[in-house]
T-cell receptor, first 115, second 114 residues
Framework: AQSVAQPEDQVNVAEGNPLTVKCTYS??????LFWYVQYPNRGLQFLLK??????LVKGSYGFEAEFNKSQTSFHLKKPSALVSDSALYFC?????????????FGAGTQVVVTP | ETGVTQSPTHLIKTRGQQVTLRCSSQ?????VSWYQQALGQGPQFIFQ???????GRGNFPPRFSGLQFPNYSSELNVNALELDDSALYLC?????????????FGPGTRLLVL
């Protein structure tokens, strides 16, 4: 069975500082990995995904994520955080051997960026 | 915005009632997945529809059912509502077998069961 862990409930960072949101996963085989962001009272917005290839994936709004197979991690990063990055971030994994596209989400990490 | 729309945005029901939530998928997408997001939790997969048939189901009872129409829009029906059904219901559309099926989410329907 696939699973995702986001070990931090909340990450606090000052504007302009680097932002990292952690994610580890468990899935048989090679995973598909996703990051989504959720603003208050909104749905989820897709940020980026890793399917195969380069371990460093670049996504929307200046975000990137690094896939590390040996550590089974897929941490989200942004070099310089903005106050507008304050939101709830979800990591998700999909087992590509599934014939249907179930996403397994982590519990989410609240990011708070202070001016 | 993703182009995925959901209606209604908010809904209040009482225990035992039935509810129907609606989702219009993004243009060009042929697959719809439904998720339940309880307060303070990540979304949980309910089921997926492809070619108007249920294509996989998560750990939800049969009183959660759905439909997909020829235009790929979808409905989620919940019968015999319980208090624990209070949640944000998200639909996501994707194109099967392409783009590694990135799912694009709608804004959700917030259901409150009293």
């Amino acid at each position: 069975a696939q699973s995702v862990a986001q070990p931090e409930d909340q990450v606090n960072v000052a504007e302009g500082n680097p932002l990292t949101v952690k994610c580890t996963y468990s899935v048989s085989g090679n995973p598909y990995l996703f990051w989504y962001v959720q603003y208050p009272n909104r749905g989820l917005q897709f940020l980026l995904k890793y399917i195969t290839g380069d371990n460093l994936v670049k996504g929307s709004y200046g975000f990137e994520a690094e896939f590390n197979k040996s550590q089974t991690s897929f941490h989200l990063k942004k070099p310089s955080a903005l106050v507008s990055d304050s939101a709830l971030y979800f990591c998700a994994v999909r087992d590509p051997t599934d014939s249907w596209g179930k996403l397994q989400f982590g519990a989410g990490t609240q990011v708070v960026v202070t001016p | 915005e993703t182009g995925v729309t959901q209606s209604p945005t908010h809904l209040i029901k009482t225990r035992g009632q039935q509810v129907t939530l609606r989702c219009s998928s993004q243009s060009g997408h042929n697959t719809v997945s439904w998720y339940q997001q309880a307060l303070g939790q990540g979304p949980q997969f309910i089921f997926q529809y492809y070619r108007e048939e249920e294509n996989g189901r998560g750990n939800f009872p049969p009183r959660f059912s759905g439909l997909q129409f020829p235009n790929y829009s979808s409905e989620l029906n919940v019968n015999a509502l319980e208090l624990d059904d209070s949640a944000l219901y998200l639909c996501a559309s994707s194109f099967r077998l392409a783009d590694q099926e990135t799912q694009y989410f709608g804004p959700g329907t917030r259901l409150l069961v009293l």
